[in-house]
């Protein structure tokens, strides 16, 4: 299966900060890599597949970059409704697996 | 708009059996794979399971396999999750959710059930 890890685990960040979040796989997943965002009783929300893409109606401070292992979310100017939890998922290989998450808070 | 709306979460003794169901609309269900993902209170996502298109070809997380089933009646707009011989490390919120297709380095879409709670305890 391939391991998907996040850094880091824990961001405290203030409005209006350039965040920026890791998520390195454990073996090359090509560009098939989403980013989630979820919010305390809610389902996931997709913001961006194949590693660059935004999904419709996501804003455009958030941008995703990467390819084979190492992969990054960056959130340029971070609003209130950005504190959530963000995960990575991969689909280059059945299992499809997601990352442990990063917890986004005010500092 | 398309809505997924998940039924079927309950409290359920270890050994037990209990289908989740997820009726969609707005959108033509044979043209999406569907999956299942859980997720455990206070913790992260467990992908479960997926299905593709047409019925035929199903993946499972070594947790779940052979003790779940993924399937779906395109007529009815619906997807299902049996699920067998439930364990108490099953308890979790599972959500439903769809990609284009069922291959690898398919598209995944943001069509989400709301989420059921199956709880497992004696």
Same mark, same amino acid.
């Given at each position: 299966?391939?391991?998907?890890t996040q850094?880091?685990s824990i961001l405290s ?5 350039r965040?920026t ?14 980013w989630?965002?979820q919010t ?8 961006v ?5 935004l999904?419709?109606?996501v804003p455009?401070?958030?941008?995703g970059?990467?390819s ?15 504190f959530?939890t ?5 689909y280059?290989m ?14 | 708009?398309v +809505?997924?709306?998940?039924s079927g979460? $309950?409290?359920v003794?270890?050994?037990?059996s ?5 009726? $969609?609309?707005g959108?033509?269900?044979q043209?999406? $794979?569907i999956?299942?993902?859980?997720? $455990? ?5 467990e992908?479960?399971s ?11 997380a070594?947790?779940? +396999?052979g003790?779940?089933?993924?399937? #779906?009646d ?5 997807l299902?999750?049996?699920m067998?011989?439930? #364990?108490?490390d ?5 959500f439903?959710?769809m990609?284009?297709c069922?291959s690898?380095?398919c +598209?995944p #879409?943001?069509y ?5 709670l199956?709880t497992?305890?004696?």
């Open positions: 299966d391939i391991q998907l850094s880091p960040a203030s409005l209006g900060d965040v979040i890791t998520c390195r796989a454990s073996q090359s997943v090509r560009r098939w890599l989403a989630y965002q305390p009783g809610k389902a996931p929300k997709l913001l597949y194949d590693a660059s893409n999904d419709r109606g455009s401070r958030f941008s970059s990467g084979g292992t190492d992969f990054t979310l960056t959130i340029s100017t971070l609003q209130p409704e950005d959530a963000y995960y990575c998922q991969q280059n059945y299992p499809l697996t997601f990352g442990p998450g990063t917890k986004v808070d005010f500092q | 708009e +809505r997924l709306v998940q979460g $309950a409290v003794q270890p050994g037990e209990l289908r989740l169901s997820c009726a $969609a609309s959108l033509t269900l043209q999406y $794979a999956h299942w993902v859980r997720q $455990a209170p206070g913790k992260g996502l992908w479960v997926g299905l593709n298109g047409d019925g035929t070809s199903a993946f499972y070594d947790s779940v +396999r003790r779940f089933i993924i399937s #779906r395109n007529s009815k707009n619906s299902f999750l049996q067998n011989s439930l #364990r108490p099953d308890t979790a919120f599972y439903c959710a990609s284009d069922i690898p380095a +598209r #879409r943001d989400w059930g709301q989420g059921s199956v497992v305890s004696s």
